[in-house]
């Protein structure tokens, strides 16, 4: 009969993981992200957190007035949009986290989302970028469920008009710019 020995180093399994389903919670750092679904959660998210802010306009927990009053108490009622952006910053970073994950790249890269114009690069990779085939040094694929297909490109339509709504008003703002007359 073997008998264990208590002295012995802890052993464990570093095999890479194998070919299943991510199944891990959409806000856990670990695991992947496809790029319809990275989008779809976003989406989800954040028109979640604008309708806590009407909400808590509504209610009048935050004063519509608070950033133009005199009241020198005023500002203590920006706490409840302060917590609820600092949330939704953690969300967005895990949410990266599990999108660089998709395509093999270490979470430690989400940190570029505080350096401007890093934010941007690494934006445009996060929607834009493949992810691997397989599983990968991170988790199984994880497959992208059919609201989250339809969200998804929802998402990516509406951010696609935003960008070109943005390139047209510059055009027109450079083009009224150009054709007004200086004074003398």
């Known amino acids: 009969m073997e008998h264990a020995n208590p002295y012995q180093s802890p052993q464990s399994e570093i095999t890479p993981p194998s070919e299943g389903i991510d199944t891990s919670s959409p806000f856990s750092p670990s695991g992947r992200f496809t790029r319809l679904s990275y989008l779809a959660w976003g989406m989800v998210v954040t028109v979640a957190m604008y309708a806590l802010v009407i909400l808590l306009l509504v209610t009048g927990i935050v004063a519509a007035e608070t950033f133009t009053s005199g009241d020198p108490f005023a500002p203590y009622q920006s706490i409840p949009l302060v917590v609820l952006y600092l949330a939704m910053l953690v969300v967005f970073f895990l949410f ?60 990516a339509v ?7 709504l943005s390139i047209i008003s510059i055009v ?9 007359v200086p004074v003398q």
């Open 96 to 155: 990266a986290i599990r999108r660089l994950h998709d395509f093999d790249a270490s979470g430690w890269w989400s940190a570029l989302i505080l350096v401007p114009l890093a934010n941007v690069v690494l934006g445009l990779m996060l929607i834009f970028k493949a992810g691997t085939e397989g599983a990968n040094r991170f988790a199984p694929p994880r497959p992208t469920p059919g609201w989250e297909r339809v969200v998804g490109i929802i998402a």
């Open 172 to 180: 027109i703002a450079i083009f009224v710019a150009s054709q007004q």
């Open 158 to 164: 509406l951010i696609g008009l935003a960008i070109a």
